[in-house]
């Protein structure tokens, strides 16, 4: 079992940052890829970004990509997203998620643990 808790949400102006972090607890957090999702009202959850278990590879959406950076700390059992240049459209809850495995998958089916989201507002 693996316990995922994010943190580092809340309300910022377009164009701000945000640094989400998500801590896991449990065994083995490096056997683990890693996803950020993110859910709007009314819309399905997404995929935002993800990372492989050392952290040497990472895969995002084109949505974010060049402004999120997605990294782990595995001695700290933490994965962080770093996100720059923020959007109103960026607006949602957003998820941490684990995969036993390597494979970076972009759908949430394939992840088997999940954080209770923490919620980012960006304001125009």
């Known amino acids: 079992q693996v316990q995922l808790v994010e943190s580092g949400g809340g309300l910022v102006q377009a164009g701000g940052t945000l640094r989400l972090s998500c801590a896991a607890s449990?065994?083995?957090?490096?056997?683990?890829?890693m996803g950020w999702f993110r859910q709007a009202p009314g819309k399905e959850r997404e995929f935002v970004a993800g990372?492989?278990?050392?952290?040497?590879?990472?895969r995002y959406a084109d949505s974010v990509k060049g402004r999120f950076t997605i990294s782990r700390d595995n001695a700290k059992n933490t994965v962080y997203v770093q996100m720059n240049s923020l959007k109103p459209e960026d607006t949602a809850v957003y998820y941490c998620?684990?995969?036993?495995?390597?494979?970076?998958?972009?759908?949430?089916?394939?992840?088997?643990?999940w954080g209770q989201g923490t919620q980012v507002t960006v304001s125009s």
């Open positions: 998620a684990a995969d036993y495995g390597d494979i970076i998958y972009s759908v949430r089916h394939e992840y088997d643990y």
């Open positions: 990372i492989s278990r050392s952290g040497g590879r990472t």
């Open positions: 449990g065994r083995t957090f490096s056997s683990y890829v």
